[in-house]
């Protein structure tokens, strides 16, 4: 884990995932799957995903799903593995890193008993999960590929931040919005005169507000403007989710960009939202012009019977460990995650799997030691059970 921590693989450092997913693919060819690298076009700057393969005839096809990257591109501020206590520490040791060792460990167990023998298991480790490269259709096409020949999907990504431990049934999907607001430029003197209007930046927060009024009323539907820049010059890039911005404190601002993530639970539901949102641009504001796009994001994993009755062999896998037993975790706690994209081709997936800890995406992340034998130990067990009718 120290090795894979230590390797800087944020989504963006092509090298740093490919080295990543080398060191992971050695472990992979030594526990007998056959590995390949898929690159993606030259023109969705991506690393690539790592397939490893192993197909038999017995029980459950079951497809293994996490991710290379993280969210941290390389910087000064990097942090490395450390251990502190009975807490590790470091860029990704959570998510996920924490998570692909502990596959690759589950994996080990059951080869050293004989349990992966004529059963099939496919390992997909993708390379820009924290930024899919666009379009997904391709970013994701391997994955959905391989999930319509599979029965079962499992998510490594990381757990709850206690041993009395949750996994995911169901994810709320996501989407991110850009809004460009355009209006007259003035001295600052004569903002909200009627030949003036409030200029863009007064504009776009009326925009936001009502857009937070309407969505509201939508169960499970989150609204999050991340970034904003605003002045008589601006200058964004999406792609990177950079840019600048200039102006005077005496003149009305003439431009405003913003982008930000709309999460759902389900499709009807993103489309109900995004409705919302391009009719409150209906609404008139004085001397301003306001347009919203939107870019296509993950999509929402549905809960359904055969779901719990995946969680209900972990929690039986648990308890039989002399654990806990396993709850579903609130959709409305997580993110937007891989599984989604293989959910609809599977009888049954569950998220969750990986390391236990916490403050992930921070460079606070830590991951439970105490706890991680026992991650090892379900999965695996939930593994061999699936495979073992």
Known sequence: MKTLVNINSGTLNIEGVKNVGTIVQAKLNDLGFTTRWENMPTELNRAGHLVATQFG?????????????????????????????????????????????????????????????????????????????RPLAISRKTLMDIARQSDVALGFEFGSDSLDSSAILSRRGISRWILDVSAKSAHSSKIYQEDTG???????????????????????????????????????EPAVSQGGASGKANVVASRTMIEGDLRFTSGDQEKQAKDIMLKVLEEKFPHAIAKVSFVEGYPAMSNSVENEKLLHILSQ??????????????????????????????????????????????????????????????AALLIYRLTHP
């Open 57 to 133: 005839k017995k029980g459950k096809r079951v497809l293994l799903i996490g991710h290379l990257d993280t969210v941290f591109e390389p910087s000064p501020l990097n942090i490395p593995f450390k251990v502190m206590g009975r807490r590790a520490t470091g860029n990704g040791v959570q998510d996920m890193k924490g998570g692909v060792v502990s596959m690759l460990l589950a994996l080990e167990a059951l080869k050293k008993t004989g349990a992966l023998e004529d059963r099939t298991i496919v390992v997909v480790l993708l390379g820009d999960e924290e930024h899919a490269g």
């Open 198 to 236: 409030s200029g863009a930046i007064m504009a776009a927060v009326q925009f936001l507000q009502s857009f937070r009024n309407k969505l509201v009323e939508l169960e499970g539907v989150t609204f999050n403007p991340g970034i904003i820049l605003g002045g008589t010059m601006v200058n964004y």
């Open 317 to 378: 896998v648990s308890l039989d460990l002399g654990g806990s037993p396993v709850t579903s975790q609130d959709n409305a706690l997580r993110g937007a995650a891989d599984i989604s994209f293989a959910a609809p081709y599977v009888s049954a997936a569950l998220d969750g799997l990986g390391a236990i800890g916490g403050k992930a995406h921070t460079a606070e992340e830590w991951l439970d030691l105490d706890a991680y034998s026992m991650v090892i130990k379900r």
